[in-house]
Structures are given as structure tokens and as C-alpha cells.
């Protein structure tokens, strides 16, 4: 199965196709996002940046596992001092991916970029920053808050929601309500691998988030779930690598996706999927969008 | 870049996994600086590296300078830590990771400071026919007896307790650049930058390359921490190695980037 | 890393080795169980019992994933009429696993039980039976009541939970207060796929749960929470293949673990994985449990 | 069991997945059965089957009687759904599963009812020297004209309609059993059961193989459904063909269990 091509309309953006870079991947420079422009993605969400610069949590920050990655690198950021970083990026389809601790912290991170990103993507759910991420993104009413306070800047805002939650559109009602332009869906399942070796998690801050293959499947069903509760669009997240994961996620209810693990291999993964995705003679892709729901 | 020269010891190594490896022996190679030999050891190409994660502590990118040795330049936190193990403990592995050297006889060395280390492998192997080695002082020249023994050796020091005086760039006038097949470079970022534009003077950038340093954290080509400008590559995944006449225009010797990802100055 | 064998007492069982058959799993007939007890088990759970009969789900029930299965079998089960399976099986190590819609559904399949199996595991987390399993099972007060309404009985109860939720220590902490001998960590993690060529999710379903190697960091994340926050043993389950997986989940803070998915290409497994487990000059297993929190 | 004697026709599948094939042709083979052609076909073993979706009402095992065709008795729900398809409908389709019947020549071949299907692949590739076949009445005869072309066959019916008046057993004693080298069966549990008593009491138990029928949901051997008393043995897995000295002391023709795992009687 193959869909049209075109300009895709999702969130308050215009992308030129379905793809995008998942955040904090591949996305702390500017040279780094032009780069993944280059190599055929519809557009970048950015490294998460939070009001203060961070280093991260100590290494190591990844291991490979079966099927995936576990990472956990502690929201490493400039802050305000990427605004260097997006001017390469002048009017390119750019999301800002930002993280906060409250909904004040949302909002000032958000002010600093109002000029420069083309949108906000709120990070209620990296499964391992204390007090950041999925801390608030786990709880409805924070999820509301810190979503009004982005929102009303007037610039396309989506969501970000983690899976670790027993009911994800609870958390899904609450961005919406809270005027998020789309939900993307999924960050890291909240995972751990030990060495055995050594006796002690693998990683530094023992608990990650696990990506990749893996999680496809859970991706799934949580863009599923939302479709059937929510009304504004969903970005699908979390294990795609193939233009069939794609159009899976789409029957899902994605309106377009975002791919993080997969680009680690091979960086024009963009380019090599729009080939396998897109036919003059396909469908056109809002006739699948949600369609296995029937 | 370059075939198979150098036959590759020990075991084929799960990548993606955390290895420990225990430490067999420490040596003092300088005053500041320690090989630290670990078993077991894997195999790998010149200028790989391999991240290594001190328990506990943090985990740092490092070059093998053999299948199974590190050496260690004293720097900071988790240098120091590495600094306080002793033979028989554990340290953890992944890797190796990056892309190496090409492997071709006829070879210019010129190595600064810890940069010897994965300059050495090449060595050892017999293809380097000429070394330039820097250091601070006589006593921090890196594997200077051992390096002697395989190649013809010109040496530097900033003090001038041995060698010309002054920067290991000194040396390169007095060598006939055109003559080598290649030239492979391993040194502080300053040094590099300068070699650099004295190669690229004699019109031997395309044919050189240099092994860069920059702040890592995954070491796979995932988190992004140590992509370069212009271009946004990958100094764990797409080099650490890369050809001069691909850095002729990047951030090389100007800037680089520290662990939350603000640029500072070289 | 190997260990010593011997008796392994766990959640008031007595069992010859660490390695238990998951619920579900190769568990429907006596003469099934008693092949994976001959296959070198050293205790099986049965197939989870109901206070009715049922057929489960229409079909598919099961489909496999990259590094893993997925399955929503809907609990088919034969209620009372399963005492007649369990008669080969007499004086065995076998655990009863039960499910219910409330408390009472609960004590009744148990109390039916009493006089046959050795002990019983609450099935408070299957994903996918609208009604039951983790319907109950993502509550901490239901959790509570069911796990009092079975250990009142006087055998050894075990609570097995769900990673379906916000914080899975809650309900471990829920099922210690109702006199729970023993945790059970995890059930399968809710997931779905579809079929791009069918237009709709793969299982009769809809959602079902993922098991195999796909979840074992999911896994060894909630034994190493729950192993923090609670005091009675846990049992580690979830996509454990190898003895290196069992030293795994037994570092981050299992006592004994179950195997499923993994018995379906190798019902012997028990006995391989023992083989490469178990050794004089291995260490206790005790010095190893937990070990990796130090 | 047996070397692979027939060649392997059509793509192999991944078996894992669900997998969607088209229906190509509906035949109507006898009265209450009828053979269903899609595309693609794929590799597989006479004897063995695959899990048919038909899509939001049910998946059942089906035994392949060619790399593209299933034939289908209508005996309920599901069935009688894929009744309802039409040629351009979808099907979904898992395996193909289970390990097939040994493939040898001077096979003797006993079918009942619907279980010629699985027996047909066998007859067509030549491995079959004689074949016995039964069912109800003469028109519910499955395959004949096809299978006498390949094999010389002797016909039993229930109503004496064709052949022999009764059982397929029946015609057993006319059969030198000793001198094929092995003799494959598949029919109704309780034709199972008669024939495998007769086969053993002339000495041929060990050399017999039976496929059998179970209730089956994973048809991978996961999920138990299937297994048999008394060894629990999966029908899905380690059969669903059988040596029937395996099956001498089972629960074969005594009881079977449904969706739920309730016992009842044949
Ligand atoms: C591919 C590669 C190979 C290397 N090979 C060697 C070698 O063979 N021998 C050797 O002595 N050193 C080598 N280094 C440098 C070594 O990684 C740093 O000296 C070490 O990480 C310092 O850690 P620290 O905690 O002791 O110092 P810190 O006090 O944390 O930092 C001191 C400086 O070290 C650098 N640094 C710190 N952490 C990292 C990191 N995760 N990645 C990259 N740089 C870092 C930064 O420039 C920092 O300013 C290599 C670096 C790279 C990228
Ligand atoms: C390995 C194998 C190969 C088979 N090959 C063929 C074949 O080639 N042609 C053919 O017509 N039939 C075959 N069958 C039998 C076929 O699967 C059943 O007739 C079919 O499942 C009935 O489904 P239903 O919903 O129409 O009937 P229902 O009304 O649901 O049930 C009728 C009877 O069919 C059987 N049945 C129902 N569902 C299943 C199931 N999931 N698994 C096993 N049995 C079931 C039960 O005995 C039940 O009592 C095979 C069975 C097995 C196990
Ligand atoms: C190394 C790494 C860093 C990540 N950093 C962030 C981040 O900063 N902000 C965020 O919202 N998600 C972050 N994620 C999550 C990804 O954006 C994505 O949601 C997740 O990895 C699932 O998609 P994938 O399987 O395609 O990788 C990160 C993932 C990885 C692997
Ligand atoms: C086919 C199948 C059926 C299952 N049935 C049950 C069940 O009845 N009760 C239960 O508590 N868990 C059931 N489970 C979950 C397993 O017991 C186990 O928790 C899960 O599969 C994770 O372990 P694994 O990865 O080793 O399979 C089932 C799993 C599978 C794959
Ligand atoms: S260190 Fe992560 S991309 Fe290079
Ligand atoms: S059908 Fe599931 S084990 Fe055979």
C-alpha cells in the first residue's frame, strides 16, 4: 500500500511530507537538524531545551538492547543559547521541543523561541528527569496547565505524551483541553538493563526510557487509544522504521509520524522511506488515517 | 577508506552491549598519563575508540592503543576515577565504535600529546614510515622506546627538553609531505588545526586524516552531542577519523561544544 | 556468573530450582503442565481460572512481533471443571492462577481450589479482558481487597501485576497490605499491531498484551521498583530467555522467576537454562538478589 | 521424519505475521465443502495447515491442500463466514504451521470426509500407491477424479452410494497393510481411532502417521489449547501428524477438549 504525495497539514504546520526527526535525537545543532532536513524529513523537532543549560545524567547514557535502545541522558541542553543553534534553520519546518518544571518554566522557554521555532513541542514525558518530563506529564492537571500556558503564546503547540501511565488519554483529554494544537505518541517506555558483571544498571541513572522496534507495537495501541478519545491530530512515535510502520501507524490514527532510534543507522532513513511511502498512483493518505478503527 | 591491512585480534565483540572487562595492569607511560591493559580484549581497527564507563562514576570516549589497552591522559573527573582503579577491578565497555584510519603502508604519523595512542596500532603494525611526536616535555612523549624500535621518529617539545623546540608543526618543513601515501593526525585540537593548514599549504589536505575529539555521550550516532558544523556530522559514527580537505571549512580549531551542548572556544 | 542449586524457598513455596512456567502459557491441561514439570520446571502456574467457563476472544488470539508475541486470548478457561486436569498433578509444585471480577469471584475460585493446588496467583493484570485482570488490578484498593479475600484462606498467595500503570509499586504496596506472600512482575504490556493489508488491529481484540524479549527492560525496571518499595519476595517474569536473564532479574531484586513466551520454541528450556544457571562453585543465590541497588 | 522428497513451491512466508492473500477462485468441491484459491501461494509441507482470519469474525486451522488452496467443510460460524466470501475478498493467513506427514514413496493414503485435503498433496506429487478414501455418500467423495489419475483408489461410503457399504475401515482388510512403507491418515476422530486399532493389531501402529485435529488458538504452540493427554504433546507443534504407535494410549477417540479447555467425549 502506497499514499500521494503533498503538502501534509498537521498541528498548525505544513510539512512536505509525513516524517519528521523525533526529538533529542540528532538534534542538539543546528548543522545537525539542516542535516536531517537535507536527508528528507518533513521536518525536526528539537532536543528538548529547558529554561537552564544541562549536562545530563552521567554515562553511560545509552545501550543497545534486543530490538532497542535504553537511554537515559537527563535532558542535556543549552537552553536559551540554542536560539545560535536554529539561525541556519531560518525559516525551515523546526519544532521546539522544550521541557519545564511547571507551567511558568513552559511558557518562558517558549517566549525565548516565539520568534524563531515554527512550533512547540511540550515534553510532559521523558521518563527519567526528576521533576521534569514525565513527573508532570503523568498528572492530567499539570498536563492541562502547562499546555495553556505554551498554547496561548498562539503558536502551533503539540503535546508529547509518555506511555507510562495507566490511561493515556486521560493525558491526551488534557493537552486538548489545555488548546494543544496535536498529541505526539509515544516518548521512552521507562525501562531498565543491568550488567550483570558489573552488578549494577547499565545505565548511569539506572532508570531509562527504551526506544526502537521494541515499542512499536505499544506505540500503537497508545495512537489508537487516542484516536478514539481525542479529536485534535495524533503524531505517531516510538519504533518506526519502514514505510509499512508507517502506514500502520496512520490506520492507527496518526496523521503523521515522527522517528528517532531508526535514524541512528542511517540518517537519510527520511529520504529511503518517502521512496517505499509515496506513489502517484496511491491512495490518498487522509482515506487511512484512523481507518482501522472501523 | 583503505582495505584490510592489519589482521584483527581477539574476539568479535557484542557492540551494543555493556562488556566489563577486568584490569590486568597499570602502567605509567608519563607522569600524567597510564595505560591501562584489561581482559578481555577484542578486536578493532587503528583509531577505533571505545567508550568506557568507570562504575558508578561516568562513562568517557577513549582510543584503543592496542586490543586491549587504554591510555589515559589525567584530565578530570572520571580520568581521576580511572586514575584510583587497580588491576582486578572491573570497568565496563561498549564499542568499539567509529571508523579508524586507513590502512596503508607509506604512512605520516604526527601525533600530539595522549594523541599518540591511536596513532600507535598503526605503528606497531609497520606502516608508518615516519613519525612526528609532540609533547609538553621529554618526559610526557608517549611510547617513545617502543615507537623507535618500528618507525624513524623526529620529536618536539614545547620546552625543548628533547627534540626542536616549540610545536610538533616545526617538524613538518623539514619533511618531503608529497612523498607519503597518507598522513594520519592525532593531537589537541589547536595542534590539529595547525597541521592542517600547513598540509592543505602543500596541497596534501585530501590526503590526510585526523582522528578528532569531541564531547560524546552515546558513542552510536543517536543522541547527536557530537555532530560538527557546517555539515552535522557524526565525530562518533561518521569518524572519529576524518579526511583534512572534509574539515578544511568546519568548526575545527575554532570551537567545539561542551555536555549540555553550549559552544565554547578551543 | 553462575549459582549454587538447591531449595529454593519463595512466597511460602518450596521449589527445586528458580525457574516457574508463567500463567497462561502451556497451562490449559494437567498432562501440558506435567510435561513442563518432567521438562525440568521447578513449579508451573496454570492457565488463569475464572468463576465461569470461557471461550475467550474470537481469533486471532496470537500473532508474533519482532522480538516478541502479542496476544489477547481473552482467559478461556473451563472453571470448576479444571480440578479434573489437576488430578495427574498431585503433590506438585502448582501454583493456581485465578481471576475475578470483584473479591468475592475471587475467594470463590480459590476456595474451590483449596484442597488441590499449592498455592495461588491473582491474576490482577491481564491487559486485555474488559472486566477483569488489570481492570481490578490497576487499582490499589481493589488490588488490596482481592489479594485479602484469597490470603485469608491461609495458602500462599501471590499477586501478579501489571506494568500498565503510572507506578506499579502502588499496587505492590497494595497487594502486601492484603497479606500477599509473594509479587508477581509483569503481565504482558499493552500493545497492538495491525494489518495494513486487512485495515484493522491484527488480534480478534483489538489490544492485547506484549510478552517475550521485547519487554525484559520493561520488566527488570518494575522488579527493580518494586524490589525499593516493598518487603515480600518477587517473582520476575517477562521475556526471560537465559540464564544470564535470570541473574539479571534476580540482581534487580527477584527471588525466583517465571518463564512464557520462551517455552514455546523449546519446552525444555527449564532444564537448558538450569544447566547454565546452576553450578557447585557458583555463589549463593541470596548474595545475588537484589544486589545490583548497592 | 522423512527426507523432503516434493520440492518446495511459492514464496516462503513469515510465519510470524499476519499475512493478508487474496481469494482468487471458489470451488465447489461436494455439497458441504468447497476449496478456496488465493493468491499468493507459499512454500510448505503436504500436512501441514494455516490459520485462516476470516477478518472480524474468527481464525481457524485449515490444512493447505495446495500451496495456494484450502478446502473448506462448513460446519459453523467461521465457516460458514468464509462461505460468504467471494472471489477479490481478503483473507488473513499465519503459517504455515505444524511439521506435515514423512514424505515417502509407496505411501498407503486413508482419507475421511475433509481430511483428503491434507492427504492430496502427497497423492498429486506420486508418493501415494494406493489410496482409501470415504465419506457420507457418494457426491461428498472429495477430489476423486483428480486423485484416481495418481493413484489407484478404493471408495467406501457411509450409505453405500459409491463403493464399498460403510466404514473406510472396511476396506482395510482387503490391504497387504505390511507392504507399503508407510500409511497416512487423516479422516473424523472416530474413523481415526478404528483404523489406527486395526493398523496396530496387524503390527503397523509404528508405521502409520495420523494427522489430528484439536482445538487450536496460537497454532505455535504457546498457548496450550491443543495439547494432548497423556504426554501434553501440541497438536499445533509437535503434530499435528502423529506416528500412531505415539497415539495408541491417548485420549485419541475417547475425548477432545473445547475453546475453554472443557473435556467432551468424541
Ligand atoms: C574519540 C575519542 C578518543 C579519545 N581517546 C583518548 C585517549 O586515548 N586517551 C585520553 O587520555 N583521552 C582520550 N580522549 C579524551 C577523553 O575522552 C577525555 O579526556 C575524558 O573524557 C575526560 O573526562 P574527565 O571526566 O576526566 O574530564 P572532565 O573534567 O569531565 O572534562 C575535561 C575535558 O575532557 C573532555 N571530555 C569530558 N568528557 C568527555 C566525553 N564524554 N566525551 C568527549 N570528551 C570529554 C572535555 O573536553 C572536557 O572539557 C578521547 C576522546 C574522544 C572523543
Ligand atoms: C490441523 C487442522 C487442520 C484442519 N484442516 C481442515 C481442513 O482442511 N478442512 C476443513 O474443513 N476443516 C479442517 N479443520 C477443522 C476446522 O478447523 C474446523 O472445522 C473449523 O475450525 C470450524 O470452525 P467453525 O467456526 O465453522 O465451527 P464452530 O461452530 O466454531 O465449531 C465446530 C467444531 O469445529 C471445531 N473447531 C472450531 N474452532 C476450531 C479451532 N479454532 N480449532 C480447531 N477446531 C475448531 C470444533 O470441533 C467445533 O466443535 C482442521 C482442523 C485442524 C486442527
Ligand atoms: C537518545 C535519545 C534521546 C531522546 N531525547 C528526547 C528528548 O530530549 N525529548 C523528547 O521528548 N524525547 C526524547 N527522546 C524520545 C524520542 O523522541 C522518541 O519519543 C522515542 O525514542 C521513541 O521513538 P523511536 O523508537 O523512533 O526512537 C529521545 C530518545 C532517544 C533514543
Ligand atoms: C499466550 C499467552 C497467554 C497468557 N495467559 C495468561 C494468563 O492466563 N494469566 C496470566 O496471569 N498471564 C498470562 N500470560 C502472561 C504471561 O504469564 C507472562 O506474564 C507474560 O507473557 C510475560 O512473560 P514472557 O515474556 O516470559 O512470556 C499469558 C501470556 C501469553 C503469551
Ligand atoms: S556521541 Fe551521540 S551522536 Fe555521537
Ligand atoms: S494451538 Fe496453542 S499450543 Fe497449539
Redesign the interface.
Same mark, same amino acid.
Given at each position: 500500500?502506497r499514499i500521494t504525495s503533498g503538502t501534509v497539514l498537521v498541528g498548525g504546520m505544513a510539512l512536505s511530507n509525513h516524517l519528521l526527526l523525533a526529538a533529542?535525537?540528532?538534534?542538539?545543532?543546528?548543522?545537525?537538524?539542516?542535516?536531517?532536513l537535507a536527508c528528507g524529513a518533513g521536518g525536526v523537532v528539537t !532536543?528538548s531545551i529547558g529554561p537552564y543549560?544541562?549536562?545530563?545524567h $552521567?554515562?553511560?547514557?545509552?545501550?543497545?538492547?534486543?530490538?532497542?535502545?535504553?537511554?537515559a541522558?537527563g535532558l542535556?541542553?543549552?537552553?536559551r543559547?540554542?536560539e545560535?543553534?536554529l539561525q541556519?534553520l531560518a525559516g525551515k519546518p523546526v519544532i521546539l521541543s522544550i521541557y519545564g518544571g511547571n507551567p511558568d518554566e513552559f511558557r518562558t522557554v517558549a517566549s525565548w523561541f516565539a520568534g524563531t521555532a515554527a512550533a512547540f513541542e511540550l515534553n510532559l514525558s521523558c521518563p527519567h528527569a526528576a521533576g521534569y518530563g514525565a513527573a508532570l506529564g503523568?498528572d492530567p492537571d499539570l498536563v492541562e496547565a502547562c499546555t495553556q500556558a505554551v498554547s496561548s503564546l498562539g503558536l502551533p503547540t503539540w503535546v508529547k505524551l509518555t506511555p507510562?501511565?495507566?490511561d493515556i488519554t486521560l493525558c491526551g483529554k488534557a493537552a486538548e483541553r489545555g488548546g494543544a494544537s496535536a498529541l505526539v505518541a509515544i516518548n521512552t517506555? !521507562?525501562?531498565?538493563?543491568?550488567?550483570?558483571?558489573?552488578?549494577? $544498571?547499565?545505565l548511569?541513572n539506572?532508570?531509562g526510557g527504551?526506544s526502537g522496534?521494541?515499542?512499536?507495537?505499544?506505540a500503537?495501541?497508545c495512537v489508537?487509544e487516542l484516536y478514539e478519545s481525542c479529536r485534535i491530530p495524533i503524531i505517531g512515535c516510538g519504533g518506526i522504521s519502514s514505510a509499512?510502520d508507517v502506514?500502520?501507524m496512520m490506520?492507527?490514527g496518526a496523521s503523521a509520524v515522527q522517528i528517532?532510534?531508526a535514524?541512528?543507522?542511517y540518517p537519510c532513513i527520511f529520504r529511503s522511506i518517502a521512496t517505499d511511502l509515496y506513489s502517484s498512483d496511491g491512495v490518498p493518505p487522509d482515506t487511512?488515517v484512523g481507518?482501522?478503527h472501523? | 577508506m583503505g582495505s584490510l591491512r592489519i589482521p584483527l585480534w581477539g574476539a568479535p565483540m557484542d557492540?551494543?552491549?555493556?562488556?566489563?572487562v577486568r584490569i590486568t595492569a597499570i602502567t605509567q607511560e608519563t607522569p600524567t598519563v597510564r595505560t591501562f591493559s584489561f581482559f578481555p580484549g577484542f578486536s578493532f581497527r587503528p583509531g577505533q575508540f571505545v567508550?568506557v564507563?568507570i562504575?558508578?562514576?561516568?562513562?568517557?570516549p577513549m582510543a584503543l592503543s592496542r586490543s586491549d589497552t587504554i591510555t589515559v591522559q589525567r584530565v578530570g573527573d572520571a580520568t581521576g576515577a580511572l586514575f584510583q582503579t587497580r588491576p582486578g577491578d572491573?570497568l565496563?565497555i561498549?564499542g568499539p565504535f567509529g571508523n579508524g584510519f586507513p590502512e596503508q603502508e607509506g604512512t605520516l604519523a604526527i601525533a600530539g600529546g595522549v594523541g599518540a595512542a591511536p596513532l600507535r596500532p598503526l605503528v606497531m603494525h609497520g606502516l608508518v614510515e615516519c613519525l612526528l611526536i609532540g609533547a609538553r616535555t621529554a618526559d610526557e612523549l608517549l611510547f617513545l622506546p617502543e615507537l623507535t624500535q618500528k618507525t624513524s621518529v623526529l620529536v618536539a617539545t614545547d620546552d625543548g627538553s628533547s627534540g626542536v623546540h616549540g610545536p610538533v608543526t616545526g617538524l613538518l618543513k623539514e619533511i618531503p609531505l608529497s612523498e607519503y601515501r597518507q598522513i594520519c593526525v592525532c593531537g589537541p585540537e589547536k595542534m590539529m588545526q595547525a597541521v592542517l593548514q600547513t598540509l592543505d599549504a602543500a596541497g596534501m589536505a585530501g590526503k590526510s586524516y585526523l582522528s578528532l575529539h569531541r564531547y560524546m555521550?552515546?558513542?552510536?550516532?543517536?543522541?547527536?552531542?557530537c555532530?560538527?558544523?557546517?555539515?552535522?556530522?557524526?565525530v562518533c559514527?561518521d569518524g572519529p577519523v576524518f579526511s583534512g580537505d572534509s574539515l578544511l571549512h568546519s568548526e575545527l580549531g575554532k570551537y567545539t561544544?561542551?555536555?549540555?551542548?553550549?559552544?565554547k572556544t578551543v
Open positions: 500500500m533529542g535525537v540528532l538534534g542538539t545543532t543546528g548543522s545537525s537538524l539542516a542535516r536531517i !532536543k543549560p544541562c549536562e545530563g $552521567p554515562g553511560p547514557c545509552v545501550v543497545e538492547t534486543e530490538g532497542g535502545l535504553l537511554n541522558m542535556p541542553n543549552p537552553s543559547e540554542f545560535g543553534e541556519v503523568t507510562n501511565v495507566t517506555v !521507562k525501562a531498565m538493563r543491568i550488567s550483570t558483571e558489573l552488578k549494577r $544498571p547499565v548511569g539506572r532508570v527504551l522496534k521494541s515499542i512499536f507495537p505499544v500503537v495501541r489508537y509499512g502506514i500502520e490506520m492507527a528517532g532510534t535514524v541512528k543507522d487511512i481507518c482501522a472501523g | 557492540k551494543g552491549a555493556l562488556q566489563a567508550m564507563t562504575p558508578g562514576v561516568d562513562e568517557i572491573l565496563g561498549r555521550k552515546c558513542g552510536i550516532g543517536v543522541c547527536g552531542s555532530c560538527i558544523d557546517p555539515d552535522g556530522r557524526r559514527r561544544r561542551d555536555a549540555s551542548g553550549r559552544r
